[in-house]
């Protein structure tokens, strides 16, 4: 519509019709944001002190005899209007008609409204200036780790809890509490640490610290492959052993979607040339060839550097 007029969009008024509910009793609301806006749902219940709310159904809007689309404010009777602070009540604005296919220009909400109230009901968006403040406010991604709850007092009425007030009168205090997720933090940790591999987990949260690959049939590489995979844990280590006896390439694929810190890894036939085992940082890539012997060794130097000491 606003291309259509060729004005821009804050200039139109958007109306939406909620439904809030008080126990038992449902009471519709018309709320009316700058075109560009976005209803801030937790704004309004807290504004209303509802139980809930929620857009009101089709039928609703029919018994309201309210044309979806085309909604407006102007000559409603039974129904409360609530305009967003953020709309000038002296402008003039392009609404609904409650007309289908219809919109009216030049309405202005202080002079055709008679009664309506104001609330900042809009949802913050990037390049709004922040309260009392000239900074404008720029959108960061985030992730949930935990919650607060404010309980008030019921459960301390409930358990007959009371405490003694600065007057030395019984008083029952308000309760909170907070809980923090497990499987939210390791959500948090993965999102903050993976590439287009997988996850590269930071080496003191990681389930395991290395992953054992062995490339070999022969019976020698699979006893050595033990001793080494003993040895390590002997030493300290949290080692997964992969002894599936799959191929390098998905071996590897695996190794890095899991992005334990070290993957060891024993090929037969380079081992049997050179007497080495690999070893391959999850984070950095840098590879590092090693004895039997030094294996250990270097794996310590190496978490040392990543700050965890085996």
């Known amino acids: 519509m606003a291309k259509f007029l060729n004005i821009p969009v804050y200039q139109t008024l958007k109306t939406l019709v909620y439904t809030a509910t008080y126990g038992e009793k449902d009471v519709n609301y018309m709320l009316m944001l700058l075109g560009d ?30 044309p979806k ?19 000038d009540m002296d402008a003039a604005y392009v609404v609904g008609a409650n007309k289908v296919d219809f919109h009216s220009k030049g309405f202005v909400p202080k002079r055709d409204i008679e009664k309506s109230k104001v609330a900042d009901i809009r949802l913050a968006k990037e390049g709004d200036f922040a309260m009392n403040s000239e ?21 301390t009425k409930s358990m007959k809890a009371s405490v003694l007030d600065q007057n030395g009168k019984h008083i029952h205090p308000f309760m909170g509490c907070y809980g923090i997720g497990i499987s939210r933090l390791m959500a948090a940790a993965i999102e903050q640490h993976h590439d287009e591999n997988g996850i590269i987990w930071p ?28 040895s390590l844990k002997a030493e300290g280590f949290d080692v997964l052993f992969d002894d ?27 081992y049997e040339k ?15 060839k090693v ?18 000491n085996i």
């Open 37 to 66: 806006d976005e209803l801030n749902e937790i704004k309004i219940k807290n504004f209303l002190k509802a139980d809930f709310i929620k857009p009101a159904t089709e039928e609703v809007l029919k018994e309201l005899n309210l």
């Open 69 to 87: 689309g085309y909604l407006s404010p102007v000559k409603q009777q039974g129904i409360s209007v609530i305009f967003d602070s953020a709309i």
């Open 135 to 155: 900074v404008k406010v720029s959108h960061r991604k985030g992730i949930e780790v935990g919650h607060i709850f404010q309980l008030g007092d019921k459960y």
């Open 203 to 230: 080496v003191s949260i990681a389930p395991f610290d290395i992953y054992l690959a062995v490339i070999g049939k022969k019976d020698e590489t699979k006893q050595l492959s033990s001793e080494i995979y003993e």
């Open 244 to 270: 599936r006896g799959m191929g390098p390439g998905p071996m590897f694929k695996d190794a890095d979607l899991l992005g334990l810190p070290a993957r060891v890894l024993l090929g037969e036939r380079d």
């Open 274 to 288: 050179t007497g080495e085992l690999e070893i391959k940082l999850r984070k950095s890539g840098e590879v590092i």
């Open 291 to 308: 004895k039997k012997e030094e294996l250990s060794g270097k794996l310590k130097e190496l978490f040392s550097n990543l700050g965890k």
